[in-house]
């Protein structure tokens, strides 16, 4: 039997620290799991230092961020239910049928196992935790509110996913018209066209410039429309790489800020990701200097991220938060303004969460706006296409039954 020493806290008290003995570090663990503690540190006493070591049946390869809140929906469901977090991941290790959420619970639980707390096992998957969640973790492990910012964090999460979901919807419909629109222009090109021109052919007459300008337009579509089709795949792969390197996207971002509908849409987005996070990481306890530098990862466009920044160092010198973004010229007035009376009042975050649903309504008006307008261009496109070809066919048509009256 071997001594250990730890160090561990209870829900809401301060960590204590003590000795018991047990067959193995894994068994003192468990040991104190049972008591309703959660262990920070254990080691063996006159052990020697231990060396690190990589796993390679429980490592960070082969999970994303697809197990991350299925994962912390589970956990909640337990913590909730009285269960301490490291028995709540040993049971979801045992009780999961997924696959990759199984084997994601054994891993942390290994990690558990060994002394390790919540935060730091799940910072080992880096492609399943991401640097945020990771710190929510931690400090709800030393205030003890673990539920309570678990929640928070599914919340947020649940919030982020649905804006990502109108975002895709929004573009469905418009896609959807551009196929239609270019199905019909390859029933023209492939199918139409041929049997019509060699009807008017066997008819003879001349054939109107409407008429002829399509013929001709398609016989250059049927000739060159391969190499053109390479050529924008190409091109277009290349432009995706090139936005992958830093100059590249820093170009685009750059660019989207200038075109007055993107401008709109990606500064609202910025906005909200910015205030959602920032509220998030405030009401669990993290300090504002560290809230703002994580909060600025949550920001997609590097223009506005630099920006964020350079407010972020002028609020570690001093500076209010509304003012300093008031600086950076993406903010407007009135969200600023919001801002300085949460800050004079001292409910920052429920100031913050405010303008987040302010603005989350904003952008799903926006962007069914724009839904509407890009499915009206299409279809206006699309219509006239069709009506073209109607009057090209008709005048053709005319034109061949005037020759055989001549």
């Known amino acids: 039997m071997a001594s250990f020493t730890y160090t561990a806290r209870a829900a809401g008290s301060a960590p204590v620290t003590g000795t018991l003995e047990a067959p193995s570090r894994r068994e003192a663990v468990r040991q104190l799991l049972a008591r309703g503690l959660q262990p920070t540190v254990v080691a063996e006493v006159g052990a020697a230092p231990m060396v690190k070591v990589r796993r390679s049946g429980h490592g960070e390869g082969g999970y994303d961020r697809g197990q991350r809140l299925p994962f912390l929906e589970s956990l909640a469901e337990l913590v909730e239910g009285g269960l301490s977090a490291g028995e709540a991941v040993r049971l979801l290790a045992a009780r999961l049928q997924e696959p990759k959420l199984r ?8 990690r558990l196992g060994e002394g390790q707390t919540l935060s730091r096992a799940m910072a080992a998957y880096p492609g399943v935790f991401d640097t945020q969640t990771v710190n929510l973790i931690s400090a709800s492990e030393a205030t003890g509110n673990l539920h309570e910012v678990l929640q928070r964090l599914i919340q947020h999460f649940h919030e982020q996913r649905e804006l990502r979901r ?3 919807a929004a573009m469905v419909y418009p896609v959807f018209i551009c196929l239609l629109a270019f199905g019909v222009m390859l029933i023209f090109l492939f199918f139409l066209l041929p049997k019509l021109q060699g ?3 066997s008819l003879g007459g001349k054939l109107p410039l409407t008429t002829r300008l399509m ?3 398609s016989h250059l579509a049927l000739r060159f429309g391969p190499f053109i089709v390479v050529g924008l795949a190409i091109a277009g792969a290349a432009l995706w790489q090139w936005r992958q390197s830093p100059a590249g996207k820093k170009a685009i971002d750059a660019l989207l800020l200038r075109i007055p509908i993107t401008r709109d849409i990606v500064l609202r987005t910025a906005i909200l990701n910015f205030t959602h996070t920032l509220a998030v990481l405030l009401e669990n306890g993290v300090t504002t200097s560290d809230a703002l530098r994580l909060t600025e990862r949550a920001v997609d466009n590097e223009l506005v991220r630099a920006s964020l920044r350079e407010c972020t160092d002028r609020v570690l010198e001093g500076s209010a938060l509304s003012a300093s973004l008031a600086r950076t010229g993406f903010f407007p007035p009135l969200l600023t303004d919001r801002l300085a009376v949460g800050e004079q009042t001292g409910h920052l975050a429920p100031g913050l969460r405010s303008i987040a649903r302010t603005y989350q309504a904003e952008l799903s008006r926006r962007l069914q706006a724009l839904t509407k307008l890009i499915s009206g261009v299409v279809l206006g ?9 109607a009057y090209a066919i008709v005048a053709a048509m005319m034109q061949v039954s005037a020759s055989f009256r001549l």
């Open 103 to 110: 084997g994601l619970c054994a891993g942390l639980w290994t």
């Open 199 to 201: 009807l008017l052919a």
């Open 215 to 217: 013929v001709d337009a």
């Open 166 to 168: 109108q975002l895709v």
């Open 381 to 389: 496109a699309a219509f006239g296409f069709v009506a073209l070809l």
